[in-house]
T-cell receptor
Framework: NAGVMQNPRHLVRRRGQEARLRCSPM?????VYWYRQLPEEGLKFMVY????????ESGMPKERFSAEFPKEGPSILRIQQVVRGDSAAYFC?????????????FGNGTRLTVT | AQTVTQSQPEMSVQEAETVTLSCTYD???????LFWYKQPPSRQMILVIR??????QNATENRFSVNFQKAAKSFSLKISDSQLGDAAMYFC???????????????FGKGTLLTVNP
């Protein structure tokens, strides 16, 4: 059973470009979460999605950031017009259900570098 | 809002020795879960151990155990017989168990970098 798959592992973008990060949850998992890790910081919640629905995007900046989890295909975190402050590691996690004591399963993250 | 504090940015331990990593948290909730995650240089987030707040017994997973003090809101991780492979960043995390609330959201501390010396 493959784990949470994120790609690319590393992404370099110039200021003003778009960054698109992909996440395929574990098989059977319909709940997806995105977290951001700034240098020397813990992970911070960004958004929680179920298939075709955004449940909670309270941790995501209002501008330039968007997320989707379509019926078919991976979840996508999109950052438009990237700035240097967007440089971070972005982690995706998934779970088969919400809440309870089931842990989140994390991917290996995408490290975004904005030059 | 819940907060998680890890007061030790870095710790070191000799191979085969025991080390304890500290974590405190702040919450007004009575039902929640606590986790320790390990992040090696590969960047993968690996669940080490978890604790349900309603359980008084401290969780144990092989060489890893916790000291959960609910009244003090303390959740420390003890690693016994430390191995070179234990070297990593360790994160303490909190998740509410209240249904209908944000019981899907993990709140992380800033982490403790553990070095294991041969």
């Amino acid at each position: 059973n493959a784990g949470v798959m994120q790609n690319p592992r590393h992404l370099v973008r110039r200021r003003g470009q778009e960054a698109r990060l992909r996440c395929s949850p574990m098989k059977g998992h319909s709940h997806v979460y995105w977290y951001r890790q700034l240098p020397e910081e813990g992970l911070k919640f960004m958004v929680y999605l179920q298939k075709e629905n955004i449940i909670d995007e309270s941790g995501m900046p209002k501008e330039r950031f968007s997320a989707e989890f379509p019926k078919e295909g991976p979840s996508i975190l999109r950052i438009q017009q990237v700035v240097r402050g967007d440089s971070a590691a972005y982690f995706c996690a998934s779970s088969p259900q919400v809440g309870g004591n089931s842990p989140l399963h994390f991917g290996n993250g995408t490290r975004l570098t904005v030059t | 809002a819940q907060t998680v504090t890890q007061s030790q940015p870095e710790m070191s331990v000799q191979e085969a020795e025991t080390v304890t990593l500290s974590c405190t948290y702040d919450t007004s909730e009575s039902d929640y879960y606590l986790f320790w995650y390990k992040q090696p240089p590969s960047r993968q987030m690996i669940l080490v151990i978890r604790q349900e707040a309603y359980k008084q017994q401290n969780a144990t997973e092989n060489r890893f155990s916790v000291n959960f003090q609910k009244a003090a809101k303390s959740f420390s991780l003890k690693i016994s017989d430390s191995q070179l492979g234990d070297a990593a960043m360790y994160f303490c995390a909190y998740r509410s168990a209240i249904s209908g609330g944000s019981n899907y959201k993990l709140t992380f501390g800033k982490g403790t970098l553990l070095t294991v010396n041969p």
